[in-house]
């Protein structure tokens, strides 16, 4: 890390600890359920929290535990601990401290539940040295620690939380249809790489998915096959549904993908889009649903914004702000009416108390 970690508020803390476990334990169903359901024996999966036993510790006891067999001279030599100590904003004793709570966390897991392998990213290399330290000085047996390349961008940049461009687990942080186009969109360089880190592909099919993709590669195949399995193992076979409905919706103009979207999807495809709750009245007008959604200026300009062709109604332009409604045209079947005005600038529009005429309604 480059600075402080920056302190969170205990309630804050305990709801990120939630939110892990639920992603942590969604993940392991998920992998359960696509490639063990024909009864082979998964082994045991467990999740807990260090703050379970790091809360009870007092200091003067965790210091004599562990203070004693962690050397200053080891840590003070550590690259990551050179660089924030000649940094302008130093490093402060509770960041110098945290190899020694991560190593105490592997002798506790050792010591409770037999744990003999720390696996971590790369930049974890020093705290899991400290951890292998620890434990063979306290216990004397042999333990492993294992790193894993960083997940970089492609301009060689670290992917993740601390960086701020990290891909969640959790649905409320990162929707189906936001992972789907995060890995479909990896270009040819890292694309195979990927499919062998994130996947449980068989690497023969792996190097097939490439040999077809040199043949065909205006298909990007890869790409997503490797989309389709992180988000299946990540969200579940409905997850992925999802991000191919919301893809159909968005990119293809796909009316049938649109009206079977549910509200949840409409607001995570549009994040950033106002979500309004209309109610239906017969003779409602273009024009009408555009200024009650504040999509649209009052006046003659707002009026002029549709005549010129600046606003589609379920990707369907509409040019006569006069025109009145229709259920099943500007309306789904799913209660739905998703507007935008320019380029950009969507309007989602839920319709209340629907009455049925209107339903059944064909009136052009």
Same mark, same amino acid.
């Given at each position: 890390?480059?600075?402080?970690?920056?302190?969170?508020?205990?309630?804050?803390?305990?709801?990120?600890?939630?939110?892990? &476990?639920?992603?942590?334990?969604?993940?392991?169903?998920?992998?359960?359920?696509?490639?063990?359901?024909?009864?082979? &024996? !998964?082994?045991?999966?467990?999740?807990?929290?260090?703050?379970?036993? !790091?809360?009870?510790?007092?200091?003067?006891?965790?210091?004599?535990?562990?203070?004693?067999?962690?050397?200053?001279?080891?840590?003070?030599?550590?690259?990551?601990?050179?660089?924030?100590?000649?940094?302008?904003?130093?490093?402060?004793?509770?960041?110098?401290?945290?190899?020694?709570?991560?190593?105490?966390?592997?002798?506790?897991?050792?010591?409770?539940?037999?744990? &003999?392998?720390? =696996?971590?990213?790369?930049?974890?290399?020093?705290? $899991?040295?400290?951890?292998?330290?620890?434990?063979?000085?306290?216990?004397?047996?042999?333990?492993?620690?294992?790193?894993?390349?960083?997940?970089?961008?492609?301009?060689?940049?670290?992917?993740?939380?601390?960086?701020?461009?990290?891909?969640?687990?959790?649905?409320?942080?990162?929707?189906?249809?936001?992972?789907?186009?995060?890995?479909?969109?990896?270009?040819?360089?890292?694309?195979?790489?990927?499919?062998?880190?994130?996947?449980?592909?068989?690497?023969?099919? $792996?190097?097939?998915?490439?040999?077809?993709?040199?043949?065909?590669?205006?298909?990007?195949?890869?790409?997503?096959?490797?989309?389709?399995?992180?988000?299946?193992?990540?969200?579940? +076979?409905?997850?992925?549904?999802?991000? +191919?409905?919301?893809? &159909?919706?968005?990119?293809?103009?796909?009316?049938?993908? =649109?009206?079977?979207?549910?509200?949840?999807?409409?607001?995570?495809?549009?994040?950033?889009?106002?979500?309004?709750?209309?109610?239906?009245?017969?003779?409602?007008?273009?024009?009408?649903?555009?200024?009650?959604?504040?999509?649209?200026?009052?006046?003659?300009?707002?009026?002029?914004?549709?005549?010129?062709?600046?606003?589609?109604?379920?990707? $369907?332009?509409?040019?006569?702000?006069?025109?009145?409604?229709?259920?099943?045209?500007?309306?789904?079947?799913?209660?739905?009416?998703?507007?935008?005005?320019?380029?950009?600038?969507?309007?989602?529009?839920?319709?209340?108390?629907?009455?049925?005429?209107?339903?059944?309604?064909?009136?052009?």
């Amino acid at each position: 890390r480059t600075k402080e970690r920056e302190p969170l508020p205990e309630e804050r803390v305990r709801q990120n600890g939630r939110g892990l &476990r639920e992603g942590l334990q969604r993940l392991f169903d998920h992998h359960r359920q696509l490639f063990w359901a024909d009864g082979a &024996r !998964l082994g045991k999966f467990s999740l807990l929290d260090n703050a379970d036993w !790091l809360e009870r510790e007092p200091v003067v006891g965790f210091l004599g535990a562990v203070g004693g067999h962690l050397r200053m001279g080891t840590l003070l030599s550590r690259e990551s601990c050179k660089a924030r100590l000649s940094s302008p904003g130093g490093m402060g004793l509770a960041e110098f401290l945290y190899p020694a709570l991560q190593a105490y966390d592997f002798l506790h897991l050792h010591r409770h539940y037999g744990c &003999r392998v720390q =696996l971590g990213g790369a930049d974890q290399m020093g705290n $899991i040295m400290s951890g292998y330290d620890l434990v063979s000085k306290v216990t004397g047996e042999d333990v492993f620690g294992i790193t894993v390349p960083l997940i970089t961008s492609t301009a060689g940049n670290k992917v993740g939380k601390s960086a701020g461009n990290a891909v969640w687990l959790n649905r409320n942080k990162t929707s189906p249809f936001e992972l789907y186009q995060f890995f479909v969109r990896q270009p040819d360089s890292i694309v195979k790489r990927y499919l062998q880190l994130f996947t449980f592909l068989p690497l023969p099919e $792996i190097n097939h998915i490439m040999e077809m993709h040199a043949q065909e590669p205006e298909k990007w195949g890869p790409q997503k096959r490797l989309a389709a399995e992180v988000t299946k193992l990540v969200h579940g +076979k409905e997850g992925l549904e999802s991000a +191919k409905r919301c893809t &159909r919706a968005l990119y293809y103009s796909n009316i049938e993908a =649109l009206e079977s979207m549910s509200d949840l999807e409409l607001q995570e495809l549009f994040r950033e889009a106002p979500y309004v709750e209309m109610l239906f009245e017969p003779g409602t007008t273009v024009l009408d649903l555009c200024r009650k959604a504040g999509a649209v200026a009052a006046g003659p300009k707002g009026y002029s914004d549709i005549t010129n062709g600046g606003v589609h109604i379920n990707h $369907i332009q509409v040019t006569n702000p006069d025109a009145v409604l229709i259920v099943g045209q500007h309306i789904l079947s799913n209660g739905l009416s998703l507007l935008r005005v320019g380029k950009r600038n969507y309007y989602i529009i839920k319709w209340i108390q629907l009455l049925h005429e209107e339903e059944t309604r064909v009136t052009p």
